[in-house]
T-cell receptor, first 113, second 112 residues
Framework: NAGVMQNPRHLVRRRGQEARLRCSPM?????VYWYRQLPEEGLKFMVY????????ESGMPKERFSAEFPKEGPSILRIQQVVRGDSAAYFC???????????FGPGTRLTVL | GENVEQHPSTLSVQEGDSAVIKCTYS??????FPWYKQELGKRPQLIID?????GEKKDQRIAVTLNKTAKHFSLHITETQPEDSAVYFC???????????FGTGTRLKVLA
């Protein structure tokens, strides 16, 4: 059973470009969570999704950020018009349901030049 | 909402000594407390967890204790080894929810 997959592992964008981060949950997991980790800091919850539904996006900035988890394919975190402050590691995690352990992917390290 | 504080932010111990990391949480409705280890550039990995209906859990050299009255929980690593060097994060989750609230992390360095 492959673990949580994320790609790309490293992403470099110039200010104003778009960043698309992908997350494939573990097999059998229908719950996906995105977290952001700034350098030398802890992980901050961004958004929680189930297939085709955003359940809680309270940790996600209102502008420029969006997330989806379509019926088929990976979950996508999209950041439009990136700024330097978006540079961080973005981790996704998945679980088979609520109140279960969350398994983390390897992260995508976004660098905005 | 829930808030988790973690101390110390850095910890250096000699190989073979014990290390203790402490976290406090604010919401008494929190009922699940995982600990994650994150090595440099790698993903956070669960090392041990505890639910609010028990006071202590042990797995080989690692143990976690929970004091619900005081709303704090601690990670204990005995006989530390250089490979224990990493950043450790505690987290709390409210009953019936999914949102992990993480502490700010402790950078543990085990000196050979």
């Amino acid at each position: 059973n492959a673990g949580v997959m994320q790609n790309p592992r490293h992403l470099v964008r110039r200010r104003g470009q778009e960043a698309r981060l992908r997350c494939s949950p573990m097999k059998g997991h229908s719950h996906v969570y995105w977290y952001r980790q700034l350098p030398e800091e802890g992980l901050k919850f961004m958004v929680y999704l189930q297939k085709e539904n955003i359940i809680d996006e309270s940790g996600m900035p209102k502008e420029r950020f969006s997330a989806e988890f379509p019926k088929e394919g990976p979950s996508i975190l999209r950041i439009q018009q990136v700024v330097r402050g978006d540079s961080a590691a973005y981790f996704c995690a998945s679980s088979p349901g609520l109140a279960y352990e969350q398994f983390f992917g390897p992260g995508t390290r976004l660098t905005v030049l | 909402g829930e808030n988790v504080e973690q101390h110390p932010s850095t910890l250096s111990v000699q190989e073979g000594d014990s290390a203790v990391i402490k976290c406090t949480y604010s919401d008494s409705a929190s009922n699940y407390f995982p600990w994650y280890k994150q090595e440099l550039g790698k993903r956070p990995q669960l090392i041990i967890d505890i639910r609010s209906n028990v006071g202590e859990k042990k797995d080989q050299r690692i143990a976690v204790t929970l004091n619900k009255t005081a709303k704090h929980f601690s990670l204990h690593i005995t006989e530390t080894q250089p490979e224990d060097s990493a950043v450790y994060f505690c987290a709390a989750i409210l009953s019936g929810t999914y949102k992990y609230i993480f502490g700010t992390g402790t950078r543990l360095k085990v000196l050979a």
